[in-house]
């Protein structure tokens, strides 16, 4: 088991960059995929990001390419994702999850292992 903590979040304006991180100390966690999913209030919560544990697949919502970054660091059990050209819909809690083996990267239903959360608003 492993216990991701997210940590970047805050408030920016349109057009700004945020770089969310996602830590967990144990150090299997260097084994896992690790997923970003966002929820915005009133709506369900969203797949955003993911990437295998070695980092060499990436995986992207539609909405976010091009925009977002994810990223790995094994040596420091961290996972990131860089988030450029933010726009007022990118606005929500966004959650660190990971598990392993995961089929499909897309799927929050394939993680059983989820951070707190992290807010991310922009706004002007």
């Known amino acids: 088991q492993v216990r991701p903590v997210e940590s970047g979040g805050g408030l920016v304006q349109p057009g700004g960059s945020l770089r969310l991180s996602c830590l967990a100390s144990e150090r299997a966690f260097s084994d896992y995929s690790v997923g970003w999913f966002r929820q915005a209030p009133g709506k369900e919560r969203e797949f955003v990001s993911a990437i295998t544990w070695s980092g060499s697949s990436t995986y992207y919502a539609d909405s976010v390419k091009g925009r977002f970054t994810i990223s790995r660091d094994n040596a420091k059990n961290t996972v990131y994702l860089q988030m450029n050209s933010l726009k007022p819909e990118d606005t929500a809690v966004y959650y660190c999850?990971?598990?392993?083996?995961?089929?499909?990267?897309?799927?929050?239903?394939?993680?059983?292992?989820w951070g707190q959360g992290t807010q991310v608003t922009v706004s002007q």
């Open positions: 999850a990971a598990d392993s083996p995961v089929l499909d990267h897309y799927d929050e239903l394939e993680y059983n292992f």
